[in-house]
């Protein structure tokens, strides 16, 4: 069986059966083992180290994930290969049978531990993703703020890109969900992912917050707090949104705990002030 880390596995593979060598004499259950820790090794990413999900070949000959090598290559028409340093093409080509071999393989118990753990994660991000967008193109307002947030902080499989990021919360604000026309707002006032624009990030975070985002509350109270972005400083509404965050008032609860606890440091120094 092939478990554990990678680094792990390459050592396991390096002390079992001096350097991976069969002879007719071995039994079949090592030969069966060498066979698995070979192609094991051919089917890592070597960017990431992983197992991919979107397996692509380079011209350099090897396999690796698809997001992460196009990351790498950045906006070069030629670039250095990850695993020889020789300049090549950036062509890429799908390789769904490694992906097919790979599913094959994790669902047989033939790769198992972390690499098979993190493998099915990632599988498990993608489908997450697809069915997402597929929300998304027919109008879901939530999942284009979910895709949104994935975008912004680069998660579930998704590259961090924040101009995406910004464009899917412009839709679901358009689709008048409360936490887009919030993260919305928040792109404009911060510049995040295009140019920015305090104007109308105002209107949307205070339309944001009005519908019951904690995102939306939290940029305006912050605002009023200290006169940021354009606003008079205004101690009474700034008091009155940062409640709304710190008591969980909110009916859209998306801040992280960290901003929770900055806006009651805000809230007692407004009080401190008086």
Known sequence: MFSGSWGAAKKRARDADADAVVTDDDSPEKKHKVALNAIAEELICPITQELPVEPVLAEDGRIYEKKDLLQ???????????????????????????????????????????????????????????????????????????????????????????????????????????????CFGQSLLLGNGGPQDNVLGLVMVSQGAALGSDVGAYYLGWAFCKGWRGLTKDPVRARYWLKKVVDGECEYKNLMGKDVAEAARWARELEQEE
């Open 72 to 182: 790498w290559f950045g906006t070069d028409r030629e670039a250095k290969s990850p695993t020889t340093g020789d300049i090549i093409g950036t062509t890429l080509k799908p390789a769904p049978q490694v992906r097919n071999t790979i599913e094959a393989l994790v669902k047989s118990g033939a790769i198992e531990g972390e690499i098979a753990e993190a493998w099915t994660k990632k599988l498990a991000d993608e489908t997450r993703v697809k069915e997402a967008r597929a929300k998304a193109e027919v109008g879901d307002a939530e999942a284009m703020w979910r895709l949104g947030v994935w975008h912004r902080h680069g998660t579930n499989g998704l590259v961090k890109d924040l101009a995406q990021a910004r464009a899917w919360f412009e839709r679901s604000a358009a689709a008048r969900d409360p936490r887009g026309i919030a």
